[in-house]
């Protein structure tokens, strides 16, 4: 059974830059062909994905958030990390991770995730 794991910071201060790690167990995030991803629910609206890392290190970010997020991975600690910089108050989100499966493309279709994490209150305020 794989589970994933969401950890970091509840609250962060507008202009920082936020840091999530998903811990994954039960599976490797090098195992081919996954794709493992930031998702995020922002109050009141859809969910947005954020960006994804694939099995061999490869990134894909959503063209809205690129020039602000990083993704990468520690593969001793079979973890992947986002980084979202310079936040503002409307990055206010629960945040998640979740896996899918030989997938680059349509990375909005969330049904097609077979696992998630639990998710993570975000808040940015001063």
């Known amino acids: 059974q794989v589970q994933l794991q969401e950890s970091g910071p509840g609250l962060v201060d507008p202009s920082q830059t936020l840091s999530l790690t998903c811990t994954v167990s039960g599976g490797s995030i090098t195992t081919k062909y996954y794709y493992w991803s930031w998702i995020r629910q922002l109050p009141g609206k859809g969910m947005e994905w954020m960006g994804a890392i694939a099995y061999n290190d490869t990134t894909y970010y959503s063209p809205s958030l690129k020039s602000r997020t990083s993704i990468s991975r520690d593969t001793s600690k079979n973890q992947f990390t986002l980084q979202l910089s310079s936040v503002t108050p409307e990055d206010t989100a629960v945040y998640y991770c979740?896996?899918?499966?030989?997938?680059?493309?349509?990375?909005?279709?969330?049904?097609?995730?077979?696992?998630w994490g639990p998710g993570t209150q975000v808040t940015v305020s001063s």
């Open positions: 979740a896996r899918r499966f030989r997938a680059t493309t349509d990375w909005d279709h969330y049904l097609r995730y077979d696992y």
